[in-house]
């Protein structure tokens, strides 16, 4: 990772930003407050100027993880939760609403977008376009070189574990599953 973030790539943001929203959940966990969640959905909205909808995928598990574990009543974990989420299209959307009020001919060209739009960025190439790879410019299918591949294998959920990707990550899936076990197994009588 460091190799790469010694370069103008906004996945360093996104990284560092992902993991203040995480941190921001697990402070808001140890005692119900709704400030803490405020601050992740504000971090994950920044995280989503970064590069779009790479941000939420760190959403789903968090939002599970505070309904059920949030030591508060289910009906204000709901409603924390629903703040949080205002406060993440607040902290994001902004930049969305004025590039896509302005007229085109007003502003610069979206880069990355076929039609000069954020939104068909945000959905298109950095969002579908990166899992089915139906996108012009996106990663594509194929091998190395060909097709707009570069080397970057098939589209979809199994590139992680190919070969290219694979020895990058996969190493990590089974000691994240035997420490969530663990953690599982050392925690039982809290639940």
Do not use: H
């Not at 993880?65 to 299209?89: H, N």
């Not at 570069?150 to 020895?167: A, L, P």
């Amino acid at each position: 990772a460091a190799l790469m973030f010694r370069f103008n790539n906004p996945d360093a943001l996104l990284a560092l930003l992902m993991t203040v929203t995480v941190w921001c959940v697990l402070r808001a966990l140890e005692r119900g407050r709704t400030t803490w969640l405020l601050w992740a959905g504000a971090a994950v909205g920044f995280a989503f100027l970064t590069k779009t909808l790479q941000a939420f995928l760190i959403l789903p598990p968090l939002a599970v993880l505070y309904a059920v574990c949030a030591p508060v009543p289910v009906r204000k974990r709901l409603g924390q939760l629903a703040l949080s989420a205002l406060t993440m299209v607040v902290a994001g959307g902004w930049w969305v609403a004025i590039v896509e009020l302005m007229p085109a001919s007003s502003r610069p060209y979206v880069g990355g977008s076929q039609n000069n739009s954020f939104l068909e960025l945000t959905f298109g190439y950095n969002g579908l376009g990166r899992i089915n790879g139906e996108e012009t410019g996106s990663v594509g299918g194929g091998g190395r070189g060909g097709g707009g591949g570069g080397g970057w294998g098939e589209t979809g959920i199994g590139r992680m574990f190919n070969s290219d990707i694979g020895g990058q990550i996969a190493w990590l899936l089974p000691a994240a599953l035997i420490l969530l076990a663990a953690g599982l197994w050392l925690t039982r009588k809290a639940a």
